[in-house]
């Protein structure tokens, strides 16, 4: 199922949300000036190795911010900024800009310390937005539950739209991220989706401008 709208209007406009896109993109441009050992060397510089980390927290601590303006692929940085833009504009609408990229940096970090956790001898670099994008989405689920997602589904090449109540797919694709996790599906970091998801759904309220309070559809 992947998500093609949201209807939840904003009061202003989400100028954190794009500045962010443009960035990743940006970075994303640079990839492609290289070759594939500058790319790998890239990633292992500024993307977060849990074996590295662990051996030597300080010296690595940047590689929790840089390795989340990284991306693997055209595949990994469309999805993951579509996803920041269906679902990051309300979110930053509702925390406010300066607080909205503060927890959007902070779930990064809290995405690759929970995949950096469970699996602490990889050697494999952990690049991409995804983590602090599963961050907004555990707010958004926390913030907007009804709100309506419109949602497509490919039924034999052909696109069927419907909508869903944001409580209804953020936790279908939270669900899958546990399953897929469990799996031990090689390639994806399912448990920092599930570290940034769980670290957006109850941390959000202490960005809330006024104060710890929940905010429903």
Same mark, same amino acid.
């Given at each position: 199922?992947?998500?093609?709208?949201?209807?939840?209007?904003?009061?202003?406009?989400?100028?954190?949300?794009?500045?962010?896109?443009?960035?990743?993109?940006?970075?994303?441009?640079?990839?492609?000036?290289?070759?594939?050992?500058?790319?790998?060397?890239?990633?292992?510089?500024?993307?977060?190795?849990?074996?590295?980390?662990?051996?030597?927290?300080?010296?690595?601590?940047?590689?929790?911010?840089?390795?989340?303006?990284?991306?693997?692929?055209?595949?990994?940085?469309?999805?993951?900024?579509?996803?920041? +833009?269906? !679902?990051?504009?309300?979110? =930053?609408?509702?925390? *406010?800009?300066?607080?909205?990229?503060?927890?959007?940096? /902070? $779930? %990064?970090?809290?995405?690759?310390?929970?995949?950096?956790?469970?699996?602490?001898?990889?050697?494999?670099?952990?690049?991409?937005?995804?983590?602090?994008?599963?961050?907004?989405?555990?707010?958004?689920?926390?913030?907007?539950?009804?709100?309506?997602?419109?949602?497509?589904?490919?039924?034999?090449?052909?696109?069927?739209?419907?909508?869903?109540?944001?409580?209804?797919?953020?936790?279908? +694709?939270? !669900?899958?991220?546990?399953? =897929?996790?469990?799996? *031990?599906?090689?390639?994806?970091?399912?448990?920092?989706? /599930? $570290? %940034?998801?769980?670290?957006?759904?109850?941390?959000?309220?202490?960005?809330?401008?006024?104060?710890?309070?929940?905010?429903?559809?």
């Amino acid at each position: 199922m992947f998500p093609v709208a949201d209807l939840n209007r904003t009061r202003r406009p989400a100028i954190m949300v794009k500045y962010l896109v443009a960035a990743n993109v940006l970075v994303f441009l640079y990839e492609l000036t290289l070759s594939e050992p500058q790319l790998r060397e890239l990633f292992y510089a500024y993307g977060f190795v849990p074996k590295l980390f662990w051996q030597a927290p300080l010296e690595r601590a940047y590689t929790l911010l840089t390795s989340m303006f990284l991306h693997g692929g055209l595949a990994h940085i469309l999805g993951n900024m579509w996803f920041l +833009w269906v !679902f990051g504009d309300n979110v =930053e609408d509702r925390l *406010g800009s300066g607080r909205f990229l503060l927890f959007y940096l /902070l $779930g %990064g970090v809290a995405a690759a310390l929970a995949q950096g956790l469970v699996d602490p001898g990889s050697t494999q670099p952990m690049v991409g937005a995804s983590g602090a994008i599963s961050a907004v989405l555990g707010a958004y689920y926390k913030l907007f539950p009804g709100a309506p997602v419109l949602t497509m589904v490919l039924l034999v090449f052909y696109p069927v739209f419907f909508y869903l109540p944001a409580w209804f797919y953020l936790g279908y +694709w939270a !669900f899958l991220q546990f399953i =897929e996790a469990l799996m *031990g599906i090689p390639g994806i970091a399912f448990w920092a989706h /599930l $570290g %940034g998801f769980l670290y957006g759904v109850f941390a959000v309220r202490w960005f809330l401008p006024t104060g710890p309070r929940w905010v429903r559809w």
